[in-house]
């Protein structure tokens, strides 16, 4: 069993920048691809950004390239979720969520474990 807590969402301006931080439980942690999605209410839940079991290999949603950076410190097993240049679209719930696997998958029934989420909020 792998336990995820999100944590480092608020409320800000478009513009500002926040990091999401997800905080996994086991020393297994290096094993696991990690995913993070967000669900705005009445929404699919739809996939932002992935990276593998190294952190050599990221994925974005054509709507944060440019913008959202993945990261992971195995060490620390902990996954980041840099978000720039927020905008009013981005305000949703932000799950972290891990898989078994070394690759990164883009849809929410490859992946094992969840967290609870973490709100983004972003106002203009």
């Known amino acids: 069993q792998v336990q995820l807590v999100e944590s480092g969402g608020g409320l800000v301006q478009a513009g500002a920048s926040l990091r999401l931080s997800c905080a996994a439980s086991g020393r297994a942690f290096s094993s696991y691809a990690m995913g993070w999605f967000r669900q705005a209410p009445g929404k699919e839940r739809e996939f932002v950004a992935g990276i593998n079991w190294t952190g050599g290999s990221v994925n974005y949603a054509d709507s944060v390239k440019g913008r959202f950076t993945i990261s992971r410190d195995n060490a620390k097993n902990t996954v980041y979720l840099q978000m720039n240049n927020l905008k009013l679209e981005d305000t949703a719930a932000y799950y972290c969520?891990?898989?078994?696997?070394?690759?990164?998958?883009?849809?929410?029934?490859?992946?094992?474990?969840w967290g609870q989420g973490t709100q983004v909020s972003v106002s203009s």
């Open positions: 969520a891990a898989r078994p696997y070394n690759g990164v998958a883009l849809t929410t029934e490859r992946y094992r474990y």
